[in-house]
């Protein structure tokens, strides 16, 4: 297979993921895993693929297999939704992380068994009143290239945590204060800063990974939900980094490059907007000039089942809307697109149009160069299909 592009694909409530050839769009293999897979990531060498279900069961899929399998699985508490694995030089494999809402800790475990290594407790004094919170959740991880780190955000204290895994048995923590209601989040273009929402309090927390301090609180719009982002250059601000919203319209772009565009840097310097509030992923490539805006949670089916594209070279051009659910040709049921995945090459876009347990799902795939339909992929086995996540892509936080 071209494991490079190879699609590991949420099939949310049947407690299992797809792996799909993107070549052949073929399913490779159904693989058992925990309840409602959240997210996935790869180690370092694209070997171990790590998923993680909202049950707190996280697997280990052995990519090298001649057929891809689990090898080692644990649960690392009742209820979770994070896991990452180290990516800094000379740890390539070595460990893993996941994060628990309950009980609320992260486990950092050996990449290659899941054998748990450190239990750490995230309770603690929130940012703002510095009360004691009983409970407070481990939202998203992510691993640093700078530092031997994992960047690990706790929800209800609002607090990023660096964990520096170089010396377990002397674990080294430092604590930043950003704002209450972390949740997910991503790299910006240079992999120094990471943006990490702060949903409920309608901010960005931009956090240099270099430095292992806060760079900047950034107002955006109502919760903001980016995954995690997309990274392009503004043809007038320079690079930036953008989230969509799951209360309104808007899509932020955040500047970026405090270098060459220092004026521009760590502040909204665009607001697009959008077909409407419920949008939960934003998406792009480096060899796009589309940027892809869901809106699976809007009321209105017209948005929900389909998705906004701006083209990135003319920002002020009205958005064009695809209609990826018609394109699907289901049945009844809800047909939620959710999303965007890119493959390797940066020229497919695969789409889920997500709808109920017992009704047909699909995959869709668009020409990024064309903007036209072309593939659907279709199978019994795609039951709720969601979270998509391209090997090479999640290898290298492309996004």
Known sequence: YNLK????????????????DGDSKKIIKIVDTGYAVHISRMSTSGRYLFVIGRDARINLIDLWMA??????????????????????????????????????????????????????????????TQEYHPEPRVAAIVASHKPPEFIVNITETGKVMMVDYSDLDNLKITTINAARYLHDGGWDSTQRYFMSAANKSNKMAVVDSKADKLVKLVEVGKIPHPGRG??????????????????????????????????????????????????????????????????????????????AVFDLKDLDKPY???????????????????????????????????????????IVIVDDKTLKLKKVIKDKRLVTPTGKFNVYNTMHDVY
């Open 5 to 20: 592009d190879l699609f590991c694909v949420t099939l949310r409530d049947e407690g299992q993921i797809a792996l799909i």
């Open 67 to 128: 057929e891809p399998s689990n090898v080692a699985e644990i649960k690392i508490g009742m209820e979770a939704r994070s896991v990452e694995t180290s990516k800094y030089k000379g740890y390539e494999d070595k460990y893993a992380i996941g994060g628990a809402y309950w009980p609320p800790q992260f486990v950092i475990m050996d990449g290659d068994t899941l054998k748990p290594r450190k239990i750490v407790a995230t309770r603690g004094m929130t940012v703002d």
């Open 230 to 307: 997309a990274n392009f250059k503004d043809p007038k601000y320079g690079p930036v980094w953008a989230t969509s919203h799951l209360g309104d319209a808007s899509i932020a772009l955040i500047g970026t490059d405090p270098k060459k565009h220092k004026k521009n840097a760590w502040k909204v310097v665009r607001n697009l907007e959008g077909q409407g509030g419920g949008s939960l992923f934003i998406k792009t490539h480096p060899k796009s000039t589309h940027l892809y805006v869901d809106t699976p949670l809007n009321p209105d089916t017209a948005k929900s089942q389909s998705v």
């Open 320 to 362: 064009k809307v695809l209609p990826i659910a018609d394109w699907a040709k289901l049945g009844e049921g809800p047909k939620r697109v959710v999303q965007p995945e890119y493959n390797v090459k940066g020229d497919e876009v695969w789409f889920s149009v997500w709808s109920g347990k017992k009704e047909e799902s699909a």
